[in-house]
C-alpha cells in the first residue's frame, strides 16, 4: 500500500502552531501568513485524514493524535534541516568553551541545545551557566571562546541576539499592598535587575525591603514562584503559578533586557556562527524576537 507523502512546509507550520499556540503567531515564526498558515494546517490533517488541533474551544489545543503527530514532526523536521546542513554548508567540527546567561530563554535553552548536538554531532559543547558578570569574566580570563550574556548597560561588546521586555512578576496568589513598604526578592549587587527596581521603586517615592536575597536567577525565580516576594526579570521566566503584575499608569516603563554573543571573532568562531544562526531559526518568534544577524 503507497501512502501519501508529507510535505516539509506542512509539517514545519503544524509545529509551530503547535509551539506557539496561535496561527496568528506561528506565521510571525515560519514567515507565513495565518491564512497561508491556516491552510498548511487543513491541508495536512487532510492527507493524515484526522484532526491535529481542537478547535472548539477559544484556546488552542493539539488532540491526542496531533500529539503523536508533533513528536515524529519534530524528528522529521530535524532529520531534514540536519541533512541539507551537511550537504550544503561546510561541517562543523571542534571543541567549544561556552558560557551561556541564565538570562537566556532558561525554559528552551537546554532543548534547543541538545538538539544543536544532534544536528551538529562533530561539536563538542563543554558550557558553563551562571550569572551574566560572572561569565564575562571568566571569558576576560580566557576561560570561555563564547559567551551569551545580558549587556549590562556600561559597555558595547557583543553582537545584541536577543531582546526581551522586562516585567513586574509574583506568585500568582500574591496580594499587592500599597499601604506597605514593596516586598523586593533581588540578586546580589551588583545587578541591572536589581538597580532597574530600585529606580523604578524610589521613581514613584514607594518605600521597599529586601525580603530576599539570592544567588542565581533560578533562586530569585524559586522564591517568587514561592510567595516571598515580587521581583523583575524577563518575561520568559514566568512560569506556572506565577503572574505578571501590571503597574500603575504613572510608574516608570521598564526596559529591554538585550542579550549578546562575544566570540564570533575568534578562534572557535565558525562553531559560534553555526550556534548564533541555529538558535536565530530556532527562537524567532518565541516572544523575543530574536535579532537576526
Request: with cysteine.
Amino acid at each position: 500500500m503507497r501512502y501519501p507523502d508529507l510535505e516539509i512546509d506542512l509539517l514545519r507550520a503544524f509545529i509551530a502552531v503547535a509551539e506557539t499556540g496561535s496561527f496568528t503567531l506561528a506565521g510571525d515564526a515560519i514567515g507565513r501568513s495565518q491564512s497561508a498558515v491556516s491552510q498548511k494546517v487543513l491541508r495536512l490533517e487532510e492527507i493524515l485524514q484526522m484532526r491535529v488541533f481542537d478547535r472548539s474551544n477559544r484556546s488552542l489545543a493539539l488532540t491526542r493524535d496531533g500529539e503523536r503527530m508533533l513528536v515524529a514532526a519534530r524528528k522529521m523536521l530535524e532529520l531534514n534541516d540536519s541533512l541539507v546542513r551537511q550537504l550544503t554548508q561546510p561541517i562543523t567540527t571542534g571543541s567549544l568553551r561556552l558560557g551561556v546567561s541564565e538570562d537566556f530563554v532558561p525554559d528552551l535553552l537546554p532543548r534547543l541545545l541538545a538538539r544543536f548536538g544532534r544536528i551538529y554531532p562533530g561539536v563538542h559543547l563543554d558550557l558553563m551557566t551562571g550569572l551574566s558578570g560572572d561569565l564575562l569574566a571568566a571569558y576576560d580570563d580566557e576561560k570561555l571562546d563564547a559567551v551569551i550574556a545580558k549587556k549590562d548597560g556600561h559597555g558595547h561588546r557583543g553582537r545584541v541576539i536577543w531582546r526581551e521586555p522586562l516585567v513586574w512578576m509574583a506568585s500568582s496568589d500574591y496580594q499587592l499592598d500599597f499601604a506597605q513598604p514593596a516586598r523586593l526578592v533581588m540578586l546580589r549587587a551588583p545587578c541591572s535587575y536589581r538597580d532597574i527596581m530600585i529606580s523604578a521603586l524610589d521613581a514613584v517615592r514607594r518605600e521597599w525591603i529586601a525580603v530576599c536575597t539570592a544567588s542565581s536567577l533560578m533562586g530569585v525565580q524559586a522564591a517568587v514562584a514561592g510567595g516571598l516576594g515580587v521581583t523583575v526579570l524577563a518575561g520568559s521566566f514566568v512560569q506556572e503559578g506565577m503572574q505578571i503584575l501590571r503597574a500603575p499608569d504613572h510608574w516608570p516603563a521598564l526596559p529591554m533586557t538585550e542579550i549578546a554573543v562575544l566570540g564570533e571573532d575568534g578562534k572557535s568562531g565558525d562553531i559560534v556562527r553555526s550556534l548564533v544562526q541555529f538558535l536565530t531559526e530556532n527562537l524567532t518568534g518565541k516572544g523575543g524576537p530574536l535579532m537576526a544577524a
